[in-house]
């Protein structure tokens, strides 16, 4: 069984940056497709960012674009995703998920994935 470990959680001001980190444990996520999603209070789960296996491609939901960036970290074998410019409303629980298969029709959709780590707290206030 595949087990998911976020990383680098905690509280920031708005307008820092944060980066959280997905990986695998005992293992290499380079053959899975990887979403980062998130829950915030009172919201319902939202899909955040996604990367596929197959050709390197990403995705990034309209609330995070242009402040959010997913990427491979070869050397440690970790999917990261570095955001910036962090707003009071990206305060959440963020989740990594995992999946062998990339479903490019619903890359941003909780279905997609069948892996899934334990979440990490981000907070964002001043």
């Known amino acids: 069984q595949l087990q998911l470990v976020e990383s680098g959680g905690g509280s920031v001001q708005p307008g820092g940056s944060l980066t959280l980190s997905c990986a695998a444990s005992g293992s290499t996520l380079e053959y899975y497709s990887i979403g980062w999603f998130r829950r915030a209070p009172g919201k319902e789960r939202e899909g955040v960012s996604c990367?596929?296996?197959?050709?390197?491609?990403?995705c990034y939901a309209d609330s995070v674009q242009g402040r959010f960036t997913i990427s491979r970290d070869n050397a440690k074998k970790t999917v990261d995703l570095q955001m910036n410019m962090l707003k009071p409303e990206d305060t959440a629980v963020y989740y990594c998920?995992?999946?062998?298969?990339?479903?490019?029709?619903?890359?941003?959709?909780?279905?997609?994935?069948?892996?899934w780590g334990q979440g990490a707290q981000v907070t964002v206030s001043s």
């Open positions: 998920a995992a999946d062998l298969l990339f479903s490019s029709d619903y890359p941003l959709q909780t279905g997609s994935y069948y892996y």
């Open positions: 990367i596929s296996s197959i050709d390197g491609s990403t």
